[in-house]
T-cell receptor, first 118, second 111 residues
Framework: AQTVTQSQPEMSVQEAETVTLSCTYDTSENNYYLFWYKQPPSRQMILVIRQEAYKQQNATENRFSVNFQKAAKSFSLKISDSQLGDTAMYFCAFMKPLSTSGTYKYIFGTGTRLKVLA | DAGITQSPRHKVTETGTPVTLRCHQT?????MYWYRQDPGHGLRLIHY???????DKGEVSDGYSVSRSKTEDFLLTLESATSSQTSVYFC??????????FGDGTRLSIL
């Protein structure tokens, strides 16, 4: 069974500093996708960044970047120059194809609550 | 986001009553999903749909049913609500192997 583990339930970081959120996953699949979602207090689920497993290059979106280690099944999120608006719950998610229906299935980690301190 | 509307946004009801949550999308996506979010569990897939009248179970489907009679609407029904179904429910949609976009969620409390 596929699982996604986020081992840090809560983290805090000073404004303008850098923080790394960890995520590990377990799968026997070779073709899959990984995502980080942000959920602020408003409850919206906001896509932060995505990574295709077949790509070796780490994805980057402005202040957000990932360290994707496929062999280690690790997918950490680095937030640089942290801002107060980054305060949120962050979910790591693994997406794989479902064999019969042509659709894809998300498996989410339990989340890391990040607080950015002024 | 991405033209997804969930209704209602909040609902309080009593144990044993039927409840239907609605998800409406304007993007004409084939795939739609229902998740529940609980503390310590992240989001878990309840049911999903891969076309009109084509649905299947997710990992926590017991006590839930779904229907999709039109591309744009995906309904989640709790036939007889229980307190264990108190949760925040999210609908999502998106193209086949692209990131899913989520609605704003429905907070359901069952007393």
């Amino acid at each position: 069974a596929q699982t996604v583990t986020q081992s840090q339930p809560e983290m805090s970081v000073q404004e303008a500093e850098t923080v790394t959120l960890s995520c590990t996953y377990d799968t026997s699949e070779n073709n899959y996708y990984l995502f980080w979602y942000k959920q602020p207090p408003s409850r919206q689920m906001i896509l932060v960044i995505r990574q295709e497993a077949y790509k070796q290059q780490n994805a980057t979106e402005n202040r957000f970047s990932v360290n994707f280690q496929k062999a280690a099944k690790s997918f950490s999120l680095k937030i640089s120059d942290s801002q107060l608006g980054d305060t949120a719950m962050y979910f790591c998610a693994f997406m794989k194809p479902l064999s019969t229906s042509g659709t894809y299935k998300y498996i989410f980690g339990t989340g890391t609550r990040l607080k950015v301190l002024a | 986001d991405a033209g997804i509307t969930q209704s209602p946004r909040h609902k309080v009801t009593e144990t044993g009553t039927p409840v239907t949550l609605r998800c409406h999308q304007t993007e004409n996506h084939r795939y739609m999903y229902w998740y529940r979010q609980d503390p310590g569990h992240g989001l878990r897939l309840i049911h999903y749909s891969y076309g009109v009248k084509d649905t299947d179970k997710g990992e926590v489907s017991d006590g839930y049913s779904v229907s999709r009679s039109k591309t744009e609407d995906f309904l989640l029904t709790l036939e007889s609500a229980t307190s264990s179904q108190t949760s925040v429910y999210f609908c999502a949609t998106g193209p086949k192997n692209q990131p899913q976009h989520f609605g704003d969620g429905t907070r359901l409390s069952i007393l």
